[in-house]
C-alpha cells in the first residue's frame, strides 16, 4: 500500500510550510501564496546575515505526492521580488493534480550576505540591477548550464590556470593571485614575434607581431614559470620567462621567452605574445 513520506527538513535550514484550507489548482493562486513564503523565508534571512543561493518550492497534493521546483542564484540574495520571479517563471513545470495542499519554501544553500543601505528612501522594492540579477533571470529561463563565468584552477601554466564553469554554483576554492597581474585577454595559442633583446635574462627592446614594429619603453619582468613538467605536452612543460611591456603608443603586451631555465643559451629563445592587457 502507498505511503506517503514527508520529507525531514533540518533545523537550522530557514524554510517556512503554509497550510490551506481549500487545495489550490492554479498558476494565480500560487504565486499570492510564493509572496507570502518569501515575506517570511527573506525576514528570516535578513535577521542572520545571510542570503538565498538555492530555494527549493515544495507542492503537497491532496493524493499524497510532492512537486517541486527549484531555482539558484548567482550570488547571495534575500530581494523577495527577484525571488518571486525566479520562482514563478518555473511554476508551469508544476502539476496540481486535484490540488495542492501546502506549499513549503526551503532555502537549501545560503551564504553570508553583508546589509546594505538602500539608495534612497523609496528604493526599497526596487528590483535588483546587478550583474547577478541579470544570470540568474538568464539561467532560470534557459536552464542550468546556460551561462557559464571563469574561475582560476591551480596551475602555475597561464592558459590552464583558468575554466569555465557555471555561472550559478559553489565558487571555486582557488584564486587568482594578486600580486601577479595578468592580461585581460589571452591568446590561445600563443603568437610567435620576432623580437631584440640585449641580453637573456632582460626584456626585448622592440618587437615585431602582425608585421607592425613595437618600440619598448617600458618593462617588468621576468616572471619565471617552469611549467608542470609532469605533462607530456612539451608546451606545457617547457620553461618560460614572462615580460609586461609597454610600446610607446601605451598598449601593453605580456611576452614570453622559451628556454631550459638553465642555460638559456642552449635552450629555445624564441619569444611569443601570450596576452593583451
Known amino acids: 500500500m502507498f505511503e506517503p513520506i514527508q520529507p525531514v527538513v533540518p533545523d537550522d535550514v530557514v524554510a517556512h510550510r503554509l497550510l490551506f484550507i481549500e487545495p489550490l489548482l492554479t498558476a494565480e493562486a500560487f504565486g499570492t501564496v510564493i509572496d507570502e513564503l518569501l515575506n517570511t523565508v527573506c525576514g528570516k534571512l535578513?535577521?542572520?546575515?545571510?542570503?538565498?543561493?538555492?530555494?527549493?518550492l515544495l507542492f503537497e497534493r491532496i493524493d499524497g505526492s510532492m512537486q517541486a521546483?527549484?531555482?539558484?542564484?548567482?550570488?547571495?540574495?534575500?530581494?523577495?521580488a527577484h525571488l518571486a520571479h525566479l520562482l514563478r517563471e518555473r511554476l508551469e513545470t508544476v502539476d496540481p493534480g486535484l490540488?495542492?495542499?501546502?506549499?513549503?519554501?526551503?532555502v537549501s544553500l545560503a551564504e553570508t550576505q553583508a546589509f546594505r543601505q538602500a539608495?534612497?528612501?523609496v528604493d526599497g522594492d526596487r528590483p535588483e540591477t546587478s550583474i547577478a540579477a541579470l544570470v540568474d533571470r538568464i539561467e532560470n529561463?534557459?536552464?542550468p548550464g546556460s551561462v557559464w563565468r571563469a574561475a582560476s584552477v591551480e596551475s602555475d601554466v597561464p592558459e590552464r590556470s583558468v575554466a569555465a564553469v557555471p555561472a550559478i554554483g559553489d565558487a571555486p576554492a582557488t584564486t587568482w593571485p594578486l600580486t601577479l597581474p595578468r592580461p585581460v585577454r589571452l591568446l590561445d595559442p600563443p603568437q610567435p614575434v620576432e623580437a631584440i633583446a640585449l641580453l637573456p635574462d632582460q626584456p626585448p627592446v622592440a618587437f615585431t607581431w602582425r608585421r607592425k614594429r613595437h618600440r619598448v619603453c617600458r618593462a617588468d619582468g621576468p616572471e619565471r614559470v617552469h611549467g608542470e613538467w609532469w605533462r607530456r605536452s612539451a608546451e606545457v612543460a617547457a620553461v618560460r620567462d614572462y615580460f609586461a611591456v609597454e610600446d610607446e603608443d601605451g598598449c601593453r603586451f605580456w611576452l614570453f621567452r622559451r628556454g631550459d631555465?638553465?642555460?638559456?643559451?642552449?635552450?629555445d629563445l624564441r619569444w611569443f605574445l601570450h596576452g593583451l592587457f
Open 119 to 121: 539608495a534612497g528612501l
Open 261 to 267: 631555465g638553465a642555460d638559456p643559451a642552449t635552450g
Open 46 to 56: 535578513e535577521a542572520i546575515g545571510q542570503g538565498a543561493r538555492r530555494l527549493d
Open 69 to 80: 521546483i527549484r531555482i539558484g542564484t548567482a550570488a547571495p540574495s534575500r530581494h523577495a
Open 99 to 106: 490540488g495542492v495542499e501546502a506549499m513549503q519554501l526551503c
Open 141 to 143: 529561463r534557459l536552464g
